[in-house]
């Protein structure tokens, strides 16, 4: 019966002593132990380790790809003109011993400390290149450069940079209005220089078509005086055949149709010598 007393709260103790000496690591952490205070291992595997309570104790840390997201931030180009950057940063813990020194296991300080230090190496490839260069030309080379130097000098904080990414390049509030009346003027003097430039082709097409046009007229006239002409050819030549056949009586006709073009209104008055040439046929049928 005593016995049967005394297990149980052995049996607690061991329990109690077990559970605090004992510690599990997870697959996605990384892990250290300290003995008070000082850093005695840290080359854990997921799974069940044990420490000595009261004595050790552990500290755990995410090993997972993490992201640092920076505040905008203004650098100067190499044209000495304000740009504001927006970027954010992918990292995990390389090194944790190095990482628990330098941060305490703060990523509020790490995010601190990896900021100071990408910031640096912007304002120095930011410094070496004009806003064009960093907007679109070579931004792809900077990024690169960028993480390179950046994992470089964030190894000092026991940790890996993969990535930095610009999200956004503004100009400030101030530059951006002096830039879009630039813009502006550019725009308005390509579109006068291709009014210009229409205004010149319209004239253009204008001044043949108009040369085309005198062209054809005048063609168009010769023809008709060339159609005329020979109208009056055949006309002539017609009459001349008619008057040969029978020369009296076309002038007899001549004459009726004289007469009659000369009678037609009863107030025509004509002054003309009794003898005049015109009456031969009203004096003799004949015309003599």
Known sequence: MKISKLIIPIVAVAAVFFYSATFIVNQWEVALKLRLGEIVATDYKPGLHLMWPIVNNVETFDARIQTMDSRPERFLTAEKKDVIVDYFAKWRIANVAQYYRSTGGSLDKTARLLQERINTSLRDEFGKRTVQDVISGERAEIMAKLTKDADSMAAELGVEILDV???QI????????????????????????LRAKGAEAAERIRANADREYIVIVADAYKEAEIMRGEGDGKAAETYANA????????????????????FQDSSDVMVLQPDSDFFRYLKNSTGQ
Do not use: T
Request: cysteine-free; glycine content about 0%; proline content about 4%.
């Open 170 to 193: 503004d100009l400030p509030p101030e530059v951006s209005e002096s830039v879009y009346q630039r813009m502006r003027a550019e725009r308005e003097r390509v579109a006068r220089d």
């Open 243 to 262: 008057y040969r056949q029978n020369s009296e009586f076309y002038a007899f006709y001549r004459s009726l149709n004289a007469y009659k073009n000369s």
């Open 165 to 167: 990414r610009v999200k």
